[in-house]
Structures are given as structure tokens and as C-alpha cells.
């Protein structure tokens, strides 16, 4: 017999990137009473990996859970980047009902309607949270116009439209349900999720089924699997079967070793969970994401939509530079193998495929941020490895045709930049869809363009909008494949011999464009030094010191003036290089460096070209 648990809602908070997500998060754990008085804590408690908190951004979906006149809130903090799509498609088959979101001022984003498309087509209801109500430019009334047109546009049904809409500014810690009158308390949004959200249902006396919607990892115990559990009642020392809709003949016996639930930012043992709750459970190593726990005598998996394909690829290999080996704590291709494989147990959006050579792997992902940060973290543990440039993973279709992925792009420019932005994105096959001027002098810009086209793009379209752009992209299909696209106009300045860069040297290279490096840097022949002005690359000699003679002293050197290079970041420097060019990533150093180092082999493979 089906019922509902009245003590337990589950929520999912989902949003566009940097609308206030974990914010709002943080204020729901402090105004329910997890912290003491008095403990310290930081902002954006959620956000618990180093990345995350320096760039300000979820990655991955967290649990937490708070107490709201005696009914457990359990809630799930999820990613708002594109690029972390999976992560949010998985979270929702936890939740009965998902809060959006939706900042003041931007309103309704690309990530906007992507989120809500999912939670739509699971048909949970909605709480619109309008955040950030006290920033000086907000407009409250536009921002619920829009969002109820989306919601239209999403076939909302008449209950999803009769959704309750909260005001709040999850940084003060105020909300209300009039944006005029707000108080300083969360009070209107905890209410809010007691009437509107529907309590799980399940059945009790069934048998058992919890469906694993995220994994997370732990050194001590291995692969730790997520879920809720929809019918029966789950134990520790249980006999359980897992199955997957997706492979249905095959079963696996297990044992259910430990169990845990959430209450604040803890896990805390039990020994038994019910339904409606939201668990995690060690002990079983190989478990993977849409796979049901079940009892022996009637396994039935839970159906679970399949994730999506990741549509860029890297090369990722063992550095073989004149200076490998010297930075890096690991630096052997099984080193590289392992840890690769290792990010597989956490992140399901990820691939890693061997290739012939026993030193290089193909790692594909949902985009260049997604790929960076793992690149990011790698760096950070020690590794040391060379990448290559991203290439877009293409497909073939029914009638042969080569598809690539698109990206619908959408862009809020000062208006007197929009012309730049529509030519550079035109060289760069993207199609203008859509122009609708904005509040404070913005034009926002609607782009169909392909992937491709799209990598290396941001630092250039930062410079062009002088910082003022905001740029966001979402996947939108495969389509035929649009022509060849010119990447970089500009050659690189390779320098010519190995040795310590010297300023007179650099001197002479300051005039052929940007440079790097500065003085003192070590450097190799085919280490690519700085950035041409012209198309083709140049040879420099960046380690010639001046000849001396009885009327010149080697002091005079010191009077010579060099502009400051330009340091890359880690994105940049993925953006900068170019199809026959290698990063190489060590702990300390970002170098660049053409794939074939001699000159003369270089040569000769580009007139083979």
C-alpha cells in the first residue's frame, strides 16, 4: 500500500550559474539551527573543494539536510555550468520538488531554462526564489514576467504555473512573499517547501529499492552510492541485488555494510532507512550511478534516463620536454592511467579511452571548463603531464553526412561592442538568431554556433567587450557539419635554443609581438616563447647574450627596457594553442611547445601538411 512520509521533503535547488544556489543553501542551514551561536563558518559552506571556492562555482552536487518544525528538509545543491548538465539531470529522480532560482537583475538564463526543462519533464513542482531583490538594479516584475513565460514555453501545466513565488536575498538572509516586504528571516521560503512540495510516497511493506543517483568517494571506504529510497525499508548487513534498467539480465549479489543519512553537513550512521529517505551506502565497490538496490526475492529496477555524451575531447600525455621529470611528483604513464581512471568513480560525464600509443589517452568531456578543472585538481596533486589542443568530437548520421555539436550561445554585450561580437562570432560560423536590447544599456545576443567554434573564444571576447560581456552556452544538438573555421591569426615565437632566457635576447624578441616569459626562465628549442603579430611563426634566440668588446661593458645590458610578458592562465593557455601545439602542465609551470620540437622535422611536416 502506497503512502506518504509527512516528516521528510526533498528538495533540489537548481539555477543558472552564479544566481545564489549555495548562498541560499548556506542561509537555510543557519536559520534551521545546524551551526552553534558562536561556531565559525565559512561562505559558502557547500562549496567544499579548493576550485569550487576560488572560482565561485558548484561542481559538484552536494546533500545537506535541515529541521524545519520537525519535518526533515533534505536538500541537494546542484552544479549551474552547462558543463555540469549530468550532474543536475541525476539529482532531480531524488527530489519531490526543486526551488529556481532566479537572480533580480539577469533573470531568466540559458542554464535557466535548461534546469527547469528537466524538472518540468519530471513533472516535480516548483518554487520560484527571485534572489538578490536588494541589488540596486534589480526588477523584480520583468524578472517573474519572464519566468512565467518560460514556464509557458516549457508546456507548463496549471499547477506548475500556480507555483508559489518567494522574494529574497539569500546573502542578508531575508525573504518575503512581496518584494516591497521582505523580513530577515527564511521563514516564507521554509513555509513555501512545507505546503507546496509534496511529501515522498512510497510503499512501506514492499521490497526494498533505492535508486543510486550520485556516487561520491572516499579513500578509506571506497565508492560511497547516493539515493533515495522509493519502496520497503533499507539495512545495514542486508542481503540486497543491484540491477540497472539499462542491462537488464544482469544481477549482482551484495552486502550492505554501512548506511548513513545527512543532518546538516554530517553523515550520520544508521542502522535502517525508510522510505522517502535520503541515503548513502558503502561497502559495495563496483556501484555505479543508475543502479538499484533491491531486495533478493523481486528485484525491479527503477528506470533511469541515460547521460549524456560528452562532445570535446583532449589528448592527455606523459611529458616527454627537455624539462620533464624535474617539477612533477607524478610523471610515469601509469601514474597518469590510474589517476585518470580514478576520476571515473566520481564523475559520470567523463570518458577515458587508451589509444595506441601505451603513453597517451583520449579524456572527453562536456566542454573546456569541465576538462580544466580536472586538469586543475590533477596539477594541484602533483602531477605532471603534456595535453593537447580541444577537438570537438564528431558523429555520422543516417545519410553519412559528418554532425558536429551545436551550442546555442547567448551573449549580453554594452551595446556599442554588439558589432564586434556579431562579426567575430560570424568568422566563426555562428548564425545571430535573436537581438533584444536589455535594461542598462545591454543588447543581449541569441547565437547558434558550432562547438568548435566557440573554443578559444572567451579570452578574445573578453578583450573585445573590454570585461563587460557576459557570455553562456548550452548544448543544443548535432547538425551537419558547417566548413573549416580558422582558429588563430597570429603565429607563435618558438624559442630557437635550450638554455636561461637573458633580457637582450627577450629585448629583440619584444618587437615581433607578445611575449611569455621573462628573464631567468628556462626554456628549450620548440618551446613556444610568446605571440607573433604576423601569421607565421618566427625562431627567436632568447638566450644570446651581446658580444663584448674592450669599449663596452656587459653593464650597459641593465639600461635595456622589456615589457611586462603576459602570464597564462590555465584556461588561456588551453584557448591559445593551436592544433600542432602541446601544453605541458607540471605543479609550478605552464609551458607551451609545438608537438615536434626539432625545426627541421617541424618543417618537413608542415610542407607533408
Do not use: W
Not at 268 to 292: C, L, R, Y
Not at 371 to 376: A, K, R, T
Not at 560 to 588: C, H, N, V
Amino acid at each position: 500500500m502506497r503512502q506518504a512520509r509527512e516528516d521528510i521533503r526533498n528538495i533540489a535547488i537548481i539555477a543558472h550559474v552564479d544566481h545564489g544556489k549555495t548562498t541560499l543553501v548556506d542561509e537555510l542551514l543557519k536559520q534551521s539551527g545546524v551551526f552553534r551561536e558562536n561556531q565559525e563558518v565559512a561562505e559558502r559552506v557547500m562549496d567544499s573543494n579548493d576550485i569550487e571556492r576560488e572560482r565561485g562555482i558548484t561542481i559538484l552536487s552536494k546533500n545537506t539536510a535541515v529541521t524545519y518544525k520537525g519535518t526533515k528538509i533534505n536538500i541537494v545543491d546542484t552544479p549551474g555550468h552547462a558543463d555540469f548538465g549530468g550532474e543536475v539531470e541525476r539529482v532531480l529522480k531524488m527530489v519531490n520538488g526543486a526551488i529556481l532560482v532566479v537572480d533580480a537583475f539577469e533573470g531568466v538564463m540559458p542554464q535557466t531554462k535548461f534546469v527547469l526543462k528537466k524538472a518540468m519533464a519530471l513533472k516535480l513542482p516548483v518554487i520560484v526564489c527571485v534572489n538578490k531583490v536588494d541589488r540596486p538594479e534589480a526588477r523584480c516584475t520583468d524578472v517573474v514576467d519572464e519566468v512565467l513565460e518560460l514556464f509557458m514555453d516549457l508546456d507548463a501545466s496549471d499547477e506548475q504555473l500556480d507555483c508559489p513565488f518567494i522574494f529574497a536575498s539569500a546573502k542578508t538572509g531575508q525573504s518575503g512573499l512581496d518584494y516591497k516586504n521582505i523580513t530577515p528571516t527564511m521563514e516564507p521560503l521554509f513555509e513555501a517547501i512545507l505546503n507546496y512540495i509534496p511529501a515522498p510516497e512510497g510503499d512501506p511493506d514492499a521490497g526494498t529499492q533505492v535508486l543510486i543517483s550520485t556516487i561520491d568517494y572516499n579513500e578509506y571506504v571506497g565508492r560511497i552510492g547516493v539515493g533515495k529510497v522509493d519502496n520497503g525499508v533499507v539495512k545495514v548487513n542486508q542481503e540486497a541485488v543491484i540491477v540497472n534498467a539499462h542491462e537488464p539480465e544482469t544481477q549482482r549479489k551484495v552486502k550492505i555494510s554501512a548506511l548513513y543519512e545527512y543532518d546538516g553537513l554530517q553523515k550520520v550512521n544508521v542502522k535502517e532507512a525508510g522510505i522517502g529517505a535520503i541515503v548513502a551506502i558503502s561497502g559495495i565497490s563496483d556501484i555505479h550511478i543508475g543502479d538499484t538496490i533491491c531486495s533478493p526475492e523481486d528485484p525491479k529496477p527503477i528506470p533511469f534516463q541515460k547521460i549524456s555524451e560528452p562532445t570535446i575531447a583532449m589528448q592527455f600525455m606523459v611529458n616527454d620536454s627537455p624539462l620533464a621529470g624535474q617539477e612533477g611528483k607524478y610523471v610515469t604513464s601509469r601514474h597518469l592511467r590510474d589517476r585518470l581512471f580514478r576520476e571515473l568513480n566520481t564523475d559520470v560525464s567523463l570518458r577515458v579511452e587508451e589509444t595506441e600509443s601505451t603513453e597517451c589517452f583520449k579524456v572527453s568531456g562536456r566542454g573546456e571548463l569541465h576538462l580544466s578543472v580536472l586538469i586543475e585538481n590533477m596539477r594541484r596533486e602533483g602531477y605532471e603531464f603534456a595535453v593537447s589542443k580541444a577537438e570537438v568530437l564528431y558523429h555520422t548520421d543516417s545519410k553519412g553526412r559528418k554532425t558536429e555539436p551545436m551550442e546555442l550561445a547567448y551573449v549580453d554585450v554594452p551595446e556599442e561592442f554588439s558589432g564586434t561580437v556579431i562579426e567575430k562570432l560570424g568568422q566563426r560560423k555562428g548564425e545571430l538568431q535573436n537581438m533584444t536590447p536589455i535594461t542598462g544599456g545591454y543588447t543581449r545576443l541569441e547565437f547558434s554556433i558550432p562547438s568548435r567554434g566557440l573554443i578559444g573564444y572567451r579570452g578574445e571576447f573578453m578583450t573585445d567587450t573590454k570585461g563587460n560581456g557576459i557570455i553562456n552556452t548550452i548544448f543544443d544538438e548535432y547538425a551537419p557539419y558547417k566548413g573549416d573555421i580558422q582558429y588563430r591569426k597570429q603565429g607563435s615565437l618558438i624559442a630557437f635554443e635550450s638554455g636561461e632566457s637573458v633580457t637582450y635576447g627577450l629585448f629583440n624578441a619584444q618587437e615581433r609581438g607578445i611575449l611569455f616569459i621573462g628573464p631567468g626562465e628556462k626554456v628549450y628549442s620548440g618551446m613556444v616563447i610568446g605571440q607573433n603579430g604576423k601569421p607565421e611563426d618566427v625562431e627567436i634566440n632568447v638566450c644570446k647574450t651581446k658580444h663584448l668588446t674592450n669599449t663596452r661593458a656587459s653593464g650597459s645590458d641593465e639600461a635595456l627596457r622589456l615589457t611586462p610578458p603576459k602570464i597564462l592562465s590555465l584556461e588561456q593557455a588551453l584557448e591559445f594553442i593551436d592544433t600542432d601545439e602541446l601544453l605541458e602542465i607540471t605543479p609550478e609551470s605552464l609551458r607551451i611547445r609545438k608537438k615536434i620540437l626539432d625545426p627541421t622535422l617541424r618543417k618537413r611536416a608542415s610542407f607533408k601538411k
